[in-house]
């Protein structure tokens, strides 16, 4: 049999709006098969019918060549087909071992749990798997790299023959993310079939065998992995090519805004020095532990300095707190979206006028609602941010229009120097080109900014300079035809 599972003229809409239209989509035995497309395509509803999570409306899924009627995800585990989600299903106040067999029966004679046999079972089962993990530990101990890993044993010990994996590195540093390919690849090799979902196309290139791409609901193409290029897969998922995403690098920087002489904090931060202009896209590039985050944090006032001076328009500014970088114009977009960019559960208006409420208000707590209204609605319209209204709240956005809220809410600000942490992390490639259009517009807007990216394609794309740290000292600078791949590797890793 040649595909494990088959899924067939997949239709399913919610209300009036059609999220899959038709779909054909088929893994082989002891493949990778990536799954991609813009936020919205469809990839994520699609795999929540074959996981049970939802009902189709149409259409026919076969597994190992006779027809499955998946209705539920017990019906999913039951034709041996495992979904990990971004947002992990485990019980932080269980052990490994609980976790792996809960909802199994694991009671001895008079339903007495035979735990020193159970911790002996799963410990054998996750060292024959590799996983290198304590069966006794409990699972809220765990980083979410192994807390993911424990996922992944899961479906193994469930007999799983079908993995979905659904953005797997989104949170997890170089060094995770290659324990989990490792992982992923020898899963592959017990016949395992992998159902890979991501936005990172170096890890859809590493890893698959064939490449399945979405838009509008629809498949616009399955292809084998060595027969396309990364701009192929884009042109497929966008209609534009890689060379189409980036601005044209035409801006004219001005004078110094901001500088950073000799900032220090432990042994992140060691003597980092360098400036930023108006009207300028410094790109700062670095491994994981490079101190590129820790660096942008001194900068906002986030966390002390130990040493060194920030200057402003060439007057040295005390920053001790966000606050006071606020004063001296200093706008800063976390990494972390979620945790600190943005508040889910309150409005896209709240969101976005809470740095500046001050504006918005008078007496004794009156909120001049009119004109807030129409400042968000002007933000929501420069920014292109895809809402339904202003009270929308911002976790019922896609990634790439939370992230917009989160820059929004920072640009109206009187900034001089804005700081973009990881702006597109975990948004799909119509959303990055977005951002980028958006970035480009602030610095010919006379907007100094700061990007730090772990993508070197979007540092090298977007940078009229390049800073490289490497363990928390700058290594390079490059600019002009200086930036390159090659270049900036040799910098990262300390050459």
Same mark, same amino acid.
């Given at each position: 049999?040649?595909?494990? *599972?088959?899924?067939?003229?997949?239709?399913?809409?919610?209300?009036?709006?059609?999220?899959?239209?038709?779909?054909?989509?088929?893994?082989?035995?002891?493949?990778?098969?990536?799954?991609?497309?813009?936020?919205?395509?469809?990839?994520?509803?699609?795999?929540?019918?074959?996981?049970?999570?939802?009902?189709?409306? $149409?259409?026919?899924?076969?597994?190992?060549?006779?027809?499955?009627?998946?209705?539920?995800?017990?019906?999913? &585990?039951?034709?041996?087909?495992?979904?990990?989600?971004?947002?992990?299903?485990?019980?932080?106040?269980?052990?490994?071992?609980?976790?792996?067999?809960?909802?199994?029966?694991?009671?001895?004679?008079?339903?007495?749990?035979?735990?020193?046999?159970?911790?002996?079972?799963?410990?054998?089962?996750?060292?024959?798997?590799?996983?290198?993990?304590?069966?006794? $530990?409990?699972?809220?101990?765990?980083?979410?790299?192994?807390?993911?890993?424990?996922?992944?044993?899961?479906?193994?010990?469930?007999?799983?023959?079908?993995?979905?994996?659904?953005?797997?590195?989104?949170?997890?540093?170089?060094?995770?993310?290659?324990?989990?390919?490792?992982?992923?690849?020898?899963?592959?090799?017990?016949?395992?079939?992998?159902?890979?979902?991501?936005?990172?196309?170096? $890890?859809?290139?590493?890893?698959?065998?064939?490449?399945?791409?979405?838009?509008?609901?629809?498949?616009?193409?399955?292809?084998?992995?060595?027969?396309?290029?990364?701009?192929?897969?884009?042109?497929?998922?966008?209609?534009?090519?890689?060379?189409?995403?980036?601005?044209?690098?035409?801006?004219?920087?001005?004078?110094? *805004?901001?500088?950073?002489?000799?900032?220090?904090?432990?042994?992140?931060?060691?003597?980092?020095?360098?400036?930023?202009?108006?009207?300028?896209?410094?790109?700062?590039?670095?491994?994981?532990?490079?101190?590129?985050?820790?660096?942008?944090?001194?900068?906002?006032?986030?966390?002390?300095?130990?040493?060194?001076?920030?200057?402003?328009?060439?007057?040295?500014?005390?920053?001790?707190?966000?606050?006071?970088?606020?004063?001296?114009?200093?706008?800063?977009?976390?990494?972390?979206?979620?945790?600190?960019?943005?508040?889910?559960?309150?409005?896209?208006?709240?969101?976005?006028?809470?740095?500046?409420?001050?504006?918005?208000?008078?007496?004794?707590? &009156?909120?001049?609602?009119?004109?807030?209204?129409?400042?968000?609605?002007?933000?929501?319209?420069?920014?292109?941010?895809?809402?339904?209204?202003?009270?929308?709240?911002?976790?019922?956005?896609?990634?790439?229009?939370?992230?917009?809220?989160?820059?929004?809410?920072?640009?109206?600000?009187?900034?001089?120097?804005?700081?973009?942490?990881?702006?597109?992390?975990?948004?799909?490639?119509?959303?990055?080109?977005?951002?980028?259009?958006?970035?480009?517009?602030?610095?010919?807007?006379?907007?100094?900014?700061?990007?730090?990216?772990?993508?070197?394609?979007?540092? &090298?794309?977007?940078?009229?300079?390049?800073?490289?740290?490497?363990?928390?000292?700058?290594?390079?600078?490059?600019?002009?035809?200086?930036?390159?791949?090659?270049?900036?590797?040799?910098?990262?890793?300390?050459?």
């Amino acid at each position: 049999m040649e595909y494990i *599972v088959e899924m067939l003229n997949i239709s399913k809409a919610f209300g009036g709006v059609k999220a899959l239209r038709s779909v054909d989509f088929r893994i082989k035995k002891g493949e990778i098969h990536a799954l991609v497309g813009e936020n919205g395509a469809g990839k994520s509803t699609l795999m929540k019918v074959l996981s049970g999570a939802i009902m189709k409306d $149409e259409g026919t899924i076969r597994i190992n060549g006779e027809e499955a009627d998946i209705r539920s995800t017990t019906d999913a &585990i039951r034709h041996n087909v495992a979904v990990i989600y971004q947002e992990l299903n485990l019980v932080p106040d269980l052990t490994v071992a609980e976790n792996l067999y809960l909802g199994e029966d694991i009671s001895g004679k008079n339903t007495v749990v035979r735990w020193k046999d159970l911790y002996e079972k799963t410990g054998k089962m996750l060292t024959e798997n590799g996983f290198d993990i304590d069966p006794k $530990e409990k699972v809220g101990n765990l980083t979410v790299a192994y807390q993911q890993m424990v996922e992944i044993a899961k479906s193994v010990t469930r007999n799983a023959d079908v993995i979905v994996l659904d953005e797997p590195t989104a949170v997890l540093t170089a060094s995770e993310a290659e324990n989990l390919f490792e992982i992923i690849l020898r899963l592959k090799n017990e016949g395992k079939s992998i159902i890979y979902i991501s936005h990172r196309m170096e $890890e859809i290139f590493r890893l698959s065998d064939r490449v399945t791409v979405m838009k509008d609901g629809a498949v616009t193409g399955t292809v084998e992995i060595g027969a396309v290029t990364n701009d192929d897969i884009i042109n497929l998922m966008i209609g534009r090519t890689l060379g189409d995403m980036f601005p044209e690098k035409s801006r004219k920087p001005g004078k110094i *805004v901001l500088e950073a002489k000799d900032l220090r904090r432990g042994n992140k931060v060691k003597g980092v020095s360098f400036n930023v202009k108006s009207g300028e896209v410094l790109g700062i590039f670095g491994l994981v532990g490079a101190g590129k985050t820790e660096t942008a944090r001194l900068l906002f006032g986030a966390d002390k300095m130990d040493g060194g001076a920030i200057l402003i328009d060439g007057k040295e500014m005390r920053i001790t707190t966000p606050k006071t970088a606020m004063k001296a114009g200093i706008s800063y977009v976390s990494e972390d979206r979620k945790g600190q960019g943005v508040i889910l559960d309150m409005s896209v208006r709240e969101n976005i006028t809470m740095p500046m409420l001050e504006n918005y208000t008078f007496g004794p707590g &009156i909120v001049k609602a009119a004109k807030e209204k129409a400042d968000v609605l002007q933000s929501i319209e420069k920014l292109n941010v895809k809402t339904e209204s202003t009270e929308t709240k911002v976790q019922n956005l896609s990634g790439g229009n939370q992230q917009k809220v989160s820059i929004a809410k920072w640009i109206d600000l009187d900034s001089k120097v804005i700081i973009l942490d990881e702006p597109t992390r975990g948004v799909d490639v119509g959303a990055k080109v977005e951002i980028y259009k958006l970035i480009d517009s602030l610095a010919r807007g006379g907007l100094a900014v700061i990007l730090i990216s772990s993508e070197m394609i979007e540092v &090298i794309g977007m940078s009229d300079r390049v800073l490289v740290l490497h363990e928390g000292r700058i290594r390079g600078e490059l600019s002009g035809n200086e930036i390159s791949e090659s270049n900036i590797i040799s910098c990262a890793i300390g050459r």
